[in-house]
């Protein structure tokens, strides 16, 4: 089965401090590809990355960095140094192709609150 | 400006109505797709369309119906038959090539 999980539903920290929020997949398929995004309060998804299956180099965008292991199944999302305008609800999601259609399959979400 | 559009942001109906939500897309984005999110949930698909006049029904396709007759537009109705259709519905589309999806701003749906 194809299956992402986000084990913690909500965190809540201080500002500056940094944080990490796991994803754990599921998936029968040897390409695939992962993603992240990020949902403010205003609801809209907002696509902050995408992984390929195959590229296990660690990527790093400002505060943000992502840490993919092939060999445990996650790909998990670092904030450096958190601000309250990273509080938003952040989804993982893996990519499912199959008779010539993609989806996308999401983690039930984690809620994060950088408190001041 | 090119993007995704949802119309209205918030939409309420009386039970036994149906209702249709609206998606615009203007970037030429083969595929398009609905989901729907409840309070404290992930989102679940409902239905989706690669391309014009084709779609399929996703995890969660009962009380809703869809059509696709421009490439452009992608409206999505809640039918009466929904059980539960109060909910936070969420458009979106991808280009041909990719497996990224990009979102609109979303429809909050109240019914009762």
């Known amino acids: 089965a194809q299956k992402v999980t986000q084990a913690q539903t909500e965190i809540s920290v201080v500002e500056k401090e940094d944080v990490t929020l796991d994803c754990v997949y599921e998936t029968r398929d040897t390409t695939y590809y992962l993603f992240w995004y990020k949902q403010p309060p205003s609801g809209e998804l907002v696509f902050l990355i995408r992984?390929?299956?195959?590229?296990?180099q660690n990527e790093i965008s400002g505060r943000y960095s992502w840490n993919f292991q092939k060999s445990t199944s996650s790909f998990n999302f670092t904030i450096t140094a958190s601000q309250v305008v990273d509080s938003a609800v952040y989804f993982c999601?893996?990519?499912?192709?199959?008779?010539?259609?993609?989806?996308?399959?999401f983690g039930q979400g984690t809620r994060l609150t950088i408190n001041p | 400006d090119g993007g995704i559009t949802q119309s209205p942001k918030y939409l309420f109906r009386k039970e036994g109505q149906n209702v249709t939500l609206s998606c615009e897309q203007n970037l030429n984005h083969d595929a398009m797709y609905w989901y729907r999110q409840d309070p404290g949930q992930g989102l679940r698909l409902i239905y989706y369309s690669q391309i014009v006049n084709d779609f399929q029904k996703g995890d969660i396709a009962e009380g809703y119906s869809v059509s696709r007759e421009k490439k452009e537009s992608f409206p999505l109705t809640v039918t009466s038959a929904q059980k539960n259709p109060t909910a936070f519905y969420l458009c979106?589309?991808?280009?041909?090539?990719?497996?990224?999806?990009?979102f609109g701003p979303g429809t909050r749906l109240t019914v009762t």
């Open positions: 979106a589309s991808r280009p041909s090539g990719t497996d990224e999806q990009y």
């Open positions: 992984r390929n299956s195959f590229d296990e």
């Open positions: 999601a893996l990519s499912v192709r199959g008779q010539g259609a993609q989806k996308l399959v």
